[in-house]
């Protein structure tokens, strides 16, 4: 979900893991030369979510790197079939409570612009955590814990489905 820590857990997951980082929103606004807002404003959710499964198509392919993606990004089936079958997909979990206080002041959240945003997280993680859960190879609750803590968990956690797998 959005605040649940993607791309600075992920960033710093890739530094310890001597990997390369790529985050699919910021990906998305390199190859397109505007904010994901505006992509929202102009081409709606739709447009930005067929943008999204032709990029995550892509960098799904690539090896050896940590890929955030979007929190909506699980919404498409083929999305959520590229995620399980083409790498190991650590959902990180987090209450709607924990997630609004994260994200309130933040206003480059096209889908949180509503009266209620609190509400709107609520709803959106409703549908969505069975989407996470069905995807995760792992799942993790960040709640408060500090990103470095975070980070240093995941480690053994990845090293043991590594071994597994």
């Keep these: 979900m959005m605040g649940a820590g993607k791309t600075t857990i992920g960033r710093s997951l890739a530094r310890i893991l001597n990997r390369e980082f790529v985050d699919l929103d910021h990906e998305l606004e390199a190859r397109c030369g505007v904010r994901v807002s505006l992509i929202f404003d102009i081409e709606g959710e739709e447009g930005f979510r067929k943008r999204e499964t032709t990029l995550l198509?892509?960098?799904?392919?690539?090896?050896?790197?940590?890929?955030?993606?979007?929190?909506?990004?699980?919404?498409?089936?083929?999305?959520?079939?590229?995620?399980?079958?083409?790498?190991?997909?650590?959902?990180?979990?987090?209450?709607?409570?924990?997630?609004?206080?994260?994200?309130?002041?933040?206003?480059?959240?096209?889908?949180?612009?509503?009266?209620?945003?609190?509400?709107?997280i609520r709803s959106l993680l409703e549908e969505r955590e069975p989407l996470y859960e069905e995807v995760a190879s792992l799942t993790f609750e960040t709640g408060s814990m500090p990103v470095a803590q975070v980070v240093r968990s995941l480690i053994p956690l990845l090293h043991q489905h590594e071994v597994n797998s």
């Excluded at 940590?66 to 987090?94: D, F, H, M, S, W």
């Design 57 to 120: 198509e892509e960098c799904s392919r690539r090896r050896g790197i940590v890929l955030a993606t979007g929190g909506g990004a699980i919404l498409a089936p083929e999305n959520r079939t590229y995620l399980k079958e083409r790498g190991v997909v650590v959902y990180l979990r987090a209450s709607a409570d924990e997630l609004f206080r994260r994200v309130a002041r933040d206003r480059n959240r096209p889908l949180l612009q509503t009266a209620d945003p609190k509400s709107r």
